[in-house]
């Protein structure tokens, strides 16, 4: 059973940055795709960014150019560096994974717990 554990979480003023980690307990992480997905209150989770297993990331428009995924297979983790971050970022953040990129985007196997991303004006 694939686990997901995220930390990093917390608060930043706007404009400020925020590094989320999401450690996998599957020994095959390097061949999943990855992705983050964000949650905030009273809206429906949301796709925000995903990685193939080749490095291949996709990005919504609202966070292209401000956030940033990345994987190190050696620590089987992957990152989600948030940068210029606005009030509108303010969600749970959720880790997840699949063994194919179109798995991540659609209905992801395997998801994190979920970490507090809250950001103030």
């Known amino acids: 059973q694939v686990q997901l554990v995220e930390s990093g979480g917390g608060s930043a003023q706007a404009g400020g940055s925020l590094r989320l980690s999401c450690a996998v307990s599957e020994r095959t992480f390097s061949t999943y795709a990855m992705g983050w997905f964000r949650q905030a209150p009273g809206k429906e989770r949301e796709f925000v960014v995903a990685?193939?297993?080749?490095?291949?990331?996709v990005y919504i428009a609202s966070v292209k150019g401000r956030f940033t995924i990345s994987r190190d297979t050696d620590k089987n983790t992957v990152y989600l560096q948030m940068d210029t971050l606005e009030p509108e970022d303010t969600a749970v953040y959720y880790c997840?994974?699949?063994?194919?990129?179109?798995?991540?985007?659609?209905?992801?196997?395997?998801w994190g717990q979920g970490t507090q991303v809250t950001v103030s004006s």
């Open positions: 990685i193939s297993w080749t490095g291949t990331t």
């Open positions: 997840a994974a699949d063994p194919a990129l179109a798995g991540v985007f659609r209905n992801p196997a395997y």
